[in-house]
Structures are given as C-alpha cells and as structure tokens.
Nanobody, 123 residues
C-alpha cells in the first residue's frame, strides 16, 4: 500500500494551495481518509477526515471554514484544499488511510501513511 502526497509549497498568507494524495494498493471507497500535520517541535495533529461509510467530513477547529477535504474515486485520490492560508498552517502535511469509520481523530486510527509534503505560509 502506498500513499503519495504532493502539492506542498511556499505561499503568502491569504493564498490557496491544494494538496493531493494518490493511493495505490487499496480502494479508497472502503476506507476513511485523513489529513494530519506536524509543525517543528510539535506533535502530529488531526486536520481533516472523510469517512467512507457515512460519507461524513470532519475538521479541526483551527481549519474549519478554510480547508476542504475531498475524494476523487476515479483517481483513487484524496485532496486537501487550503484557502485563506495562515502562517500557523506551516507544517508537513500527511495523508493517511484507515479502516475505522467511527473513530478518526487519532493517529492510531489510521493504518497507512504518506511521506508528507511541506507547506510553508509566509506572513
């Protein structure tokens, strides 16, 4: 199973960015897909998730209204649209795949991880 994350980069505060995560080896239609991020010196934290059975989407309070998670089942990929970026969004972003549909906020709820993509937001 491989998750290939891409799309990170350097943006100015207020700009937008879209992260992509292409999955091979698993059909994302039957898995929960999540995004996490880790800033230097901090723990990896939950950002957003898209559940497969109830098809719900949940966001961390810090990104609600600015980030959008979506799926493209034809491409077996998940995306994270970042709008109105803030300097505090600077982190390495990781996509993750999990088999649980009722528990998805913890790192331990996910079984496979991508390699991470760096997002830097300058003020």
């Amino acid at each position: 199973v491989q998750l290939q994350a891409s799309g990170g980069g350097l943006v100015q505060a207020g700009e937008s960015l879209r992260l992509s995560c292409v999955v091979s080896g698993r059909d994302i239609n039957i898995y929960t897909m999540g995004w996490f991020r880790q800033a230097p010196g901090k723990e990896r934290e939950f950002v957003a998730t898209s559940t497969y059975r109830r098809k719900n989407k949940y966001y961390a309070d810090s990104v609600k209204g600015r980030f959008t998670i979506s799926r493209d089942t034809a491409k077996n990929a998940v995306y994270l649209q970042i709008d109105s970026a803030k300097p505090e969004d600077t982190a390495v972003y990781y996509c993750a795949l999990g088999s649980r549909d009722t528990s998805y906020y913890s790192k331990n709820d996910y079984d496979y991880w991508g390699q991470g993509t760096q997002v830097t937001v300058s003020s």
